[in-house]
């Protein structure tokens, strides 16, 4: 049977009408089918099936329009000289979703990414298919983080809310807790100071919902108390620690309280 490619008009058997270009007798390339119910699938073909249906502008996606990957991911939206752009729907074969605005093809201004289950995984701001700005992010453990992001890392003032019932409010860098920031945690101790690395690092106090220590002011490193602290218990003792352990202590005489102590 004899192939033909190029460009031409075909009937087929069922009524269907194509009229386009044809590589090996089917179509493949810019062409537009019009079926015998007036359905008209206008776009782009390949190998007879349609791949990117939608408004083209010298022969490329522009406009809205739909395009069928050979991977099975599928996008749905508004297109610019043959690009993503704009508001549109991508969805991948497994299931993930993205629904929000496009640049240049990728992810980039506003959007909300869902899990096949239809949970939402990250919710805010995008920069070239990065988390970056502002957003909401829900962790599969249960975890979830509100706050600044920069190159899908949390980075700069944010929120961390765990499955443990634990909280974090303050700052970050490169996914880490790092400057100054408040650590609740479920059994009701508060730390409040500096952080490094996702460890106490630096000056803070230390407030304990049970024991005999009140309040703990001092410097810590690495997570652990170093150096002179101010213990309150039912009076003010200097404590000095190494490595979280006490090498001695005094009690103090003093009118301080301890809110007046930094």
């Given at each position: 049977?004899?192939?033909v490619?190029?460009?031409g008009?075909?009937?087929?058997?069922?009524?269907?009408v194509?009229?386009g270009?044809?590589?090996?007798?089917?179509?493949?390339?810019?062409g537009?089918?019009?079926?015998?119910?007036?359905?008209?699938?206008?776009?782009?073909?390949?190998?007879?099936?349609?791949?990117?249906?939608?408004?083209?502008v010298?022969?490329?996606?522009?406009g809205?329009?739909k395009?069928?990957?050979?991977?099975?991911?599928?996008?749905?939206?508004?297109?610019?000289?043959?690009?993503?752009?704009?508001?549109?729907?991508?969805?991948?074969?497994?299931?993930?979703?993205?629904?929000?605005?496009?640049?240049?093809?990728?992810?980039?201004?506003?959007?909300?990414?869902?899990?096949?289950?239809?949970?939402?995984?990250?919710?805010?701001?995008?920069?070239?298919d990065?988390?970056?700005?502002y957003?909401y992010?829900?962790?599969?453990?249960?975890d979830?983080?509100?706050?600044?992001w920069?190159?899908?890392?949390?980075?700069?003032?944010?929120?961390?809310?765990?499955?443990?019932?634990?909280?974090?409010?303050?700052?970050?860098?490169?996914?880490?807790?790092?400057?100054?920031?408040?650590m609740?945690?479920?059994?009701?101790?508060?730390f409040?100071?500096?952080?490094s690395?996702?460890?106490?690092?630096?000056?803070?106090?230390?407030?304990?919902?049970?024991?005999?220590?009140?309040?703990?002011?001092?410097?810590?490193?690495?997570?652990?108390?170093?150096?002179?602290?101010?213990?309150?218990?039912?009076?003010?003792?200097?404590?000095?620690?190494?490595?979280?352990?006490?090498?001695?202590?005094?009690?103090?005489k003093s009118?301080?309280t301890p809110?007046?102590?930094w």
């Amino acid at each position: 049977m004899k192939t033909v490619s190029g460009k031409g008009t075909i009937t087929y058997d069922n009524g269907d009408v194509y009229d386009g270009e044809f590589q090996n007798s089917e179509p493949h390339g810019i062409g537009r089918m019009i079926y015998k119910d007036c359905r008209v699938c206008e776009g782009i073909w390949k190998d007879g099936e349609i791949e990117y249906e939608g408004k083209l502008v010298d022969g490329k996606p522009h406009g809205r329009g739909k395009k069928v990957y050979q991977s099975g991911n599928v996008y749905e939206g508004e297109w610019k000289n043959g690009l993503r752009h704009g508001k549109g729907t991508f969805k991948w074969i497994d299931g993930d979703l993205y629904e929000g605005e496009f640049k240049d093809s990728k992810m980039h201004g506003k959007g909300i990414k869902k899990r096949p289950d239809g949970s939402v995984e990250y919710d805010g701001e995008w920069k070239a298919d990065m988390w970056n700005g502002y957003g909401y992010h829900n962790f599969k453990n249960g975890d979830i983080y509100t706050g600044d992001w920069r190159a899908s890392k949390r980075h700069g003032k944010g929120v961390m809310n765990y499955a443990n019932q634990d909280i974090y409010d303050g700052e970050w860098k490169e996914d880490c807790k790092d400057g100054k920031g408040t650590m609740k945690y479920h059994n009701g101790d508060v730390f409040e100071g500096e952080f490094s690395s996702n460890e106490m690092h630096g000056k803070g106090t230390y407030e304990y919902a049970d024991g005999d220590i009140f309040k703990s002011f001092g410097e810590w490193k690495e997570g652990k108390k170093c150096g002179l602290f101010d213990d309150i218990i039912r009076a003010r003792k200097q404590v000095y620690y190494e490595n979280d352990e006490v090498k001695s202590d005094s009690i103090v005489k003093s009118e301080t309280t301890p809110d007046d102590v930094w």
